[in-house]
């Protein structure tokens, strides 16, 4: 009886250190994944963030285009001088018919 009642609380003993190794493995189980979604979340935030700014350049780029050959064709457009009047027909020389001059 007496081995009974000394290996009782060993076992006991035993029983709580596993079961805290448990929960502590759980705990850097949670950690670990946490840790890991977080940089998950960091590299997609600066994968957005990049493709944002690239659309965004374009955009910016493409509009500054526009308004560049816009202010361009306008101030052309003035300076063209308009198309002169279109002179009158001039008249017919001879009206007779056309005669060969040698032989005929």
């Given at each position: 009886?007496?081995?009974?009642?000394?290996?009782?609380?060993?076992?006991?003993?035993?029983?709580?250190?596993?079961?805290?190794?448990?929960?502590?493995?759980?705990?850097i189980?949670?950690?670990k994944?946490?840790?890991?979604?977080d940089?998950f979340?960091?590299?997609?935030?600066?994968?957005?963030?990049?493709?944002?700014?690239?659309?965004?350049?374009k955009?910016?780029?493409?509009?500054?285009l526009?308004?560049?050959?816009?202010?361009?064709?306008?101030?052309?457009?003035?300076?063209?001088?308009?198309?002169?009047?279109?002179?009158?027909?001039?008249?017919?020389i001879?009206?007779?018919?056309?005669?060969?001059?040698?032989?005929?």
């Amino acid at each position: 009886m007496p081995k009974y009642i000394t290996l009782f609380p060993f076992l006991f003993f035993c029983l709580a250190v596993f079961s805290r190794c448990g929960a502590k493995k759980e705990e850097i189980i949670a950690e670990k994944v946490a840790e890991r979604v977080d940089e998950f979340r960091k590299e997609k935030t600066m994968e957005c963030r990049t493709q944002l700014l690239q659309d965004a350049e374009k955009i910016v780029d493409s509009l500054l285009l526009l308004e560049a050959t816009n202010s361009v064709q306008d101030s052309l457009a003035r300076l063209r001088p308009s198309r002169p009047v279109k002179p009158a027909d001039i008249p017919a020389i001879d009206s007779q018919g056309i005669k060969p001059v040698f032989g005929g």
